[in-house]
Antibody, heavy 123, light 110 residues
Framework: QVQLVQSGAEVKKPGSSVKVSCKAS????????ISWVRQAPGQGLEWMGG????????KYAQNFQGRVTITTDESTSTAYMELSSLRSEDTAIYYC????????????????WGQGTLVTVSS | QSALTQPASVSGSPGQSITISCTGT?????????VSWYQQHPGKAPKLMIY???KRPSGVSNRFSGSKSGNTASLTISGLQAEDEADYYC??????????FGGGTKLTVL
C-alpha cells in the first residue's frame, strides 16, 4: 500500500523560503511521477509542478517558474518542494501526489496523496 | 496556463443525476484524453474519481462517469447520494508535460 507522508506545518516570514518533504513508502520510488498541488484557504486546487525521479527533470507551472524547485532523494524515497520569495498569498495547504502507473511523462493522474502541509506566511 | 472553467455550484436531490462541466481549450482539454476528476470532502485530500476522460479507478462507484466533447469534459454522477456532497475538480494535461486544474464545483445534495 503506497503511502505519502509529508513534513509538518510551517510558519514563514514574507520573503523567506519553505521546503516541504514528501516521503513515499510501500512501493518503488524512481519510476512514478510525483506532483505538488496547493490549495489556498477556501480556494481550489493548483498544480505547481512535478517530477519523475528517475529522469530528475522537473516541470513547473508558469505561475511558479523561478520560485519553485522540486527535487527528489532516491536514497530515502523522498520528494521535496521548495518555494521561495514567499508572500501572504502563498499561505496554503501543499500536497504531494503520486501516480500509480509507471510513466515517462507527467500526467494529471494522481492516485495517491499526502496528508497535506499547511504553510502560513505571516509577518 | 489559465484554470479550466467549471460551474461554481450544482445541486441535485437524492437519486437524481447531475453533470459537471469542465471547459478548456484546444491546448489542454481538447488536446488529448488526459482529463481526470477529483472529489474532495472538507478537510480531506482529493480523491481520484475518473482518469483518462472515462476510466474509473478500482473501488470508485460506477455511478461516476466521464465524457468529453471537443474542449469540454464532463463528470456525471447518477443516483445521487448524500455522501456525494463534496467539491469536484477537473484536471487536464496542458502541454509540455504540465497540468492544470479547474476552479472547482461544489455539489450540494438537497
Amino acid at each position: 500500500q503506497v503511502q505519502l507522508v509529508q513534513s509538518g506545518a510551517e510558519v514563514k516570514k514574507p520573503g523567506s523560503s519553505v521546503k516541504v518533504s514528501c516521503k513515499a513508502s510501500g512501493g518503488t520510488f524512481n519510476n512514478y511521477a510525483i506532483s505538488w498541488v496547493r490549495q489556498a484557504p477556501g480556494q481550489g486546487l493548483e498544480w505547481m509542478g512535478g517530477i519523475i525521479p528517475i529522469f530528475e527533470t522537473p516541470k513547473y507551472a508558469q505561475n511558479f517558474q523561478g520560485r519553485v524547485t522540486i527535487t527528489t532523494d532516491e536514497s530515502t524515497s523522498t520528494a521535496y518542494m521548495e518555494l521561495s520569495s514567499l508572500r501572504s498569498e502563498d499561505t496554503a495547504i501543499y500536497y504531494c501526489a503520486r501516480e500509480s502507473k509507471q510513466t515517462t511523462v507527467l500526467t494529471p493522474i494522481f492516485d495517491y496523496w499526502g496528508q497535506g502541509t499547511l504553510v502560513t506566511v505571516s509577518s | 496556463q489559465s484554470a479550466l472553467t467549471q460551474p461554481a455550484s450544482v445541486s441535485g436531490s437524492p437519486g437524481q443525476s447531475i453533470t459537471i462541466s469542465c471547459t478548456g481549450t484546444s491546448s489542454d482539454v481538447g488536446s488529448d484524453n488526459l482529463v481526470s476528476w477529483y472529489q474532495q470532502h472538507p478537510g480531506k485530500a482529493p480523491k481520484l474519481m475518473i482518469y483518462e476522460v472515462t476510466k474509473r479507478p478500482s473501488g470508485v462507484s460506477n455511478r461516476f462517469s466521464g465524457s468529453k466533447s471537443g474542449n469540454t469534459a464532463s463528470l456525471t454522477i447518477s443516483g445521487l447520494q448524500a455522501e456525494d456532497e463534496a467539491d469536484y475538480y477537473c484536471c487536464s494535461s496542458a502541454g509540455n508535460h504540465t497540468s492544470v486544474f479547474g476552479g472547482g464545483t461544489k455539489l450540494t445534495v438537497l
